[in-house]
């Protein structure tokens, strides 16, 4: 396992993220992304990209350079199959919140020409989530894709569908802002009727997701299941005054996950 530092509270409810986090749907992300950047043009978005010299890394200045230069993402992004679409949006158009909000609504469009497959990212995924019921905990999951787009990957995944699994889900349609604003947590929270708090952990795999968390004021659990190393993460999550918002722990696995809780449940009393 590996922690930054261990929460300072025990879990009673645990939000996930649903792309890259539980379930592999990167070819669809992908394709719709194939789509939406050549557009960024006739869009009005080139102009809006974040400028040079203003990006948070090296790499992030790389992709917008790239983008600006031939409207796709470089080809080893998408072999690389690390980065999600808020993400790569995060990257190009930084504080510009209208420009994200065109960006996400051209996506949305071009994801349904794509989307349908869907598969856990862990083999035993489903088995990891009925642990933590069983731990007493109530469970979210949070996405910044249209509810229909999740409706019906959440009923299909491992054929079954784990839509039983979750006490309440949340898309980017129900609310105002997408990630990495708070809105899609504290929502979550409310339909539990839940105050945010410590003892809620959000799960997610972007930076977009630990800077939602921390904005709502949960604890924030970074899944590394790209297997960045930690001279990545660190770089990803510098803890600047321009980018303060750093994980409270980094898991590589939902074992990783499940063992954390497992022993702040055991080590801190409710």
Known sequence: M??????????????????????????????ALDDVLPRLGP?????????????????????????REHARLHPKIKAERRISRTDVFEVLFGADQEAKVIAHREFDKSYA??????????????????????????????????RHFMAHEIYTVDAEGWHELFDTMVCGDDVSRRKPHPDLVLKALDELGVAPGLGCWYVGDSTTDVIAAKQAGVTAVFYNGAGWDRAW????????????????????SLGDLNALARELIAAVPA
């Open 233 to 252: 993460i660190d770089r990803i999550f510098p803890g600047t005054i321009r980018h303060p918002h750093v994980p409270d722990a980094v898991v590589g």
């Open 113 to 146: 020409r794509h989307f349908g497959a869907v598969r856990p990212l862990e083999a035993d995924a489903r088995e990891r989530l009925l642990e933590l019921r069983a731990l007493g905990l109530r469970l979210g999951v949070l996405s910044n894709r249209a």
């Open 43 to 67: 869009l009005g978005l080139i102009e809006r990209l974040v400028p040079p010299g203003r990006s948070k890394t090296l790499e992030d200045a790389k992709l917008v350079k790239y983008v």
């Open 2 to 31: 590996s922690i930054l530092q261990i929460p300072r509270a025990r879990p009673r409810v645990i939000l996930f993220d649903w792309h890259a986090t539980l379930v592999d749907t990167m070819d669809a992300m992908y394709y």
